[in-house]
Structures are given as structure tokens and as C-alpha cells.
């Protein structure tokens, strides 16, 4: 087996049905979600020389059989820096290596060895790195935790703590089943409001099925995200030009794959609450929700909520993901916390190590003030 580093959307471009193969219907591995986000995220006028597309393939001759989808960012603190493509404010989660099943150990064992020698200074697919920096991985990631373990008795240092939770609600055959699951209380109030306002027509959902429904539906849902955030004193996501960028451009493209689950609810004919959903591997993602600031005595979430799962369950989805986060409201609508980590790996070359140690004792104060803090 063998590794290819490749540094440019074009060269791996050819190989998108194999990425999208090996995601295994993840829809925050895939090749759209993840060159979309590069397209936005990678180099911008004059960052060219600080970050570089770094995507290790793994060939089993001429079988792509493993991608680390990475790149690579310099700055002088911490030196040369691999990230996983997804990361930042588009807080991608379940990120990680794509590998084809039964090929885990191998393919660990080969990114180890690729990373841990680093090509020779003249070798054009060279990679140096001086920290591996992962976040937003699932705790029971196999093959992550099997690169981490190759890259620790390679000599490397690695250093492993508790990431933000994800919530998973795994769906029941049908929807009384479901609301029968509940507490007592959010029971009747599931029963109220469906009696009240879905029943009654006041309350409908719509979803986005074809491409010229998109616009109105994604100003739908920037317009409520954004005045809901701003209500409450924060920014919302769409402040930021680049994931704007990123939603407008990425969104249609999800939907022509058959990944994009886009909803609205209308009550009395005004919207009140979206959300922005993904598919795949029989999982919704809720990624991205807003509601209406003015509307919140009749609980345009909930209802939301409400409609999408009985949609989820009719339509044969076997579970509901929430995504990171530990807003109570997951708990109540039945989620289970998935735990995440976050992976940081330095090489055993002596400046590595020194920028990795005085990292770790910083890190180690702020530690024990906050534990001092709360004593």
C-alpha cells in the first residue's frame, strides 16, 4: 500500500465517486460538503503560502482504500499544523479517516508510517508537519482511535481529551410509539399543539423538493436564524461572509445528491421556524435551525421538531441526530449524548515536542484555574 499527498481540488476531483464511496453515506466526509468547504475556507488572495490542501490517499494499487482528508496551515506559533478539512465555524462533526471496511488497520498503519517518516525533502508529494490538530470525532471512531494508537508506539505524542457531545435520538417504527416515550409533560404538550395547531391546518410544514424552491426557502431560513441569534445578543453563522458563501453554494448541490432535507413551517400562513437537514446512511443531521423571535408563545421549535420527526419515522429514517451541543431540549426529545475527541499529535522531532509540551502545560494551568474556580 501506498500514499499519495494530493494538494489541489483538480487532481482530486477524478476521484470523487471513491470518496463519496468510502464516506459511506456521512454526509460531513463527503467530497461535496468537504471541497465546497475548501472553496471557502482554502487559501484566499494572500494566504496561499499559508495553507495548502494536504489530502493523504491510500492506495491498495490502484484501489483508493483510505483518505485523510487534511490540510495544511502554517503560523509561526505553532508551526506547520494538519487540520481536517470541515473544521472551524462550519463545525463539521464525525469528521475523520474514510477508510474501506476490513481495511482499518492497514490503512492506519500506513498513514502512521507515511506521517511518522515524512517524505524526503525532494520528493514532490512531501509532507511535513509539525502537529496533527483533529477535532469533531466520534469517541467510538475505530479507526481513529487505531491511527492514534499507530502514531503513540511510533513515538509520536498524542494527547486525547473530551470534545463536545452529540445527541442521537434513534427513531421507533412509528410516531405514537415515539410521543408514548416522552415524559409526561412534554407528552401533552406534543398532543396539545398537534390538537391545536397542526391539526387544525394552522401549523404546516413545507419541504424543498426541487431546485427553484431553494432561494425562498434558504432566505427563510437566514432570516430567522439570524434575527433569532441577534435577539438574544449573539451573531448569528450567516454574519460570516465565507459560510454564507459556503451555505448558498453547497445547498443545491446536496440537493441534486439526494442529501439536503430543507424545512419551513408556516403558522397562520407566516414562517416561523426552519431547519437545514442532512441525509444519509438512513441518519438525519439537523445542522442548522432558526425561528421566529416574535412568534415564541406558540414554540415554533417544538413544532418544528415535532413535524420533522414524525416525517423522520414515516419515512423509514432509524435515527435523529442533533448534532454537537448539550442544549437540554435534545435530552427532553428522548437524544442520548454521543461523546466526541479531539486529537493532538506531535512528531517526535525536538521542536515539535517543544511546542507540543509548552502547549500541554498551558493547558494544564487553565485546567486547574478553571477547577479552582469552581471550588
Known amino acids: 500500500m501506498r500514499v ?6 483538480k487532481k482530486l476531483a477524478p476521484y470523487a465517486d471513491d470518496w463519496e464511496r468510502l464516506a459511506e453515506g456521512m454526509p460531513f466526509r463527503s467530497w461535496t460538503w468537504l471541497q465546497h468547504w475548501w472553496r471557502h475556507y482554502g487559501p484566499q488572495d494572500n ?9 493523504l490517499c491510500v492506495f491498495d494499487a490502484r484501489t483508493l482504500v ?38 482499518e488497520e492497514a490503512v492506519a498503519g500506513t498513514l502512521t508510517d507515511y506521517l511518522v517518516t515524512n517524505a524526503q525533502d525532494d520528493d514532490p508529494d512531501a509532507l511535513h508537519w509539525d502537529l496533527l490538530q483533529l477535532d469533531g470525532v466520534d469517541a467510538e471512531d475505530h479507526v481513529m482511535s487505531l491511527l492514534a494508537h499507530c502514531l503513540a508506539i511510533s513515538g509520536c505524542s498524542v494527547h486525547r481529551r473530551a470534545g463536545m457531545n452529540c445527541w442521537r435520538l434513534d427513531l421507533p417504527a412509528d410516531w405514537d410509539a415515539y410521543v408514548e416515550s416522552l ?12 390538537r391545536d395547531l397542526l391539526d387544525t391546518g394552522r401549523a404546516v410544514l413545507h419541504a424543498v423538493e426541487r431546485l427553484e424552491e431553494l432561494p425562498h426557502a434558504m432566505d427563510i431560513l437566514v432570516d430567522l436564524h439570524q434575527r433569532r441569534r441577534n435577539m438574544l445578543g449573539e451573531n448569528g453563522c450567516f454574519d460570516s461572509e465565507r459560510f454564507l458563501g ?22 397562520d400562513g407566516k ?9 444519509g446512511g438512513g441518519v438525519l443531521y439537523a445542522y442548522q435551525a432558526g425561528v421566529d423571535p416574535e412568534a415564541l408563545q406558540y414554540q415554533p421549535g417544538k413544532l418544528l421538531y415535532m413535524s420533522v420527526l ?11 441526530d442533533f448534532l454537537r451541543g448539550d442544549e437540554p431540549y435534545k435530552a427532553r426529545f428522548g437524544a442520548r449524548p454521543r461523546p466526541s475527541v479531539e486529537y493532538r499529535v506531535a512528531p517526535s522531532r525536538a521542536v515539535a515536542q517543544l511546542r507540543h509540551n509548552l502547549w500541554l502545560a498551558g493547558s494544564n494551568v487553565k485546567d486547574w484555574v478553571k477547577k479552582g474556580i469552581r471550588n
Do not use: M
Not at 68 to 91: K, N, Q
Not at 311 to 317: D, M, P, Q, V
Open 271 to 279: 414562517p416561523v421556524a426552519a431547519e437545514f437537514q442532512l441525509a
Open 47 to 55: 494566504d496561499a503560502a499559508r495553507q495548502r490542501l494536504a489530502v
Open 310 to 320: 414524525r416525517r423522520a419515522i414515516e419515512g423509514g429514517y432509524r435515527a435523529f
Open 183 to 194: 415524559s409526561k409533560n412534554l407528552r401533552r404538550d406534543v398532543r396539545r399543539l398537534e
Open 66 to 103: 483510505g483518505i485523510a482528508p487534511w490540510y495544511y496551515e502554517y503560523s509561526a506559533i505553532r508551526g506547520r499544523t494538519l487540520r481536517p478539512l470541515g473544521s472551524g465555524e462550519v463545525c463539521s462533526d464525525y469528521l475523520g479517516v474514510l477508510c474501506q471496511p476490513g481495511r
Open 246 to 267: 459556503f451555505y448558498r453554494d453547497v445547498v443545491p448541490d446536496l440537493l441534486r445528491n439526494g442529501r439536503l432535507h430543507l424545512f419551513w413551517l408556516e403558522l
Open 4 to 9: 499519495r499527498c494530493l494538494t489541489a481540488l
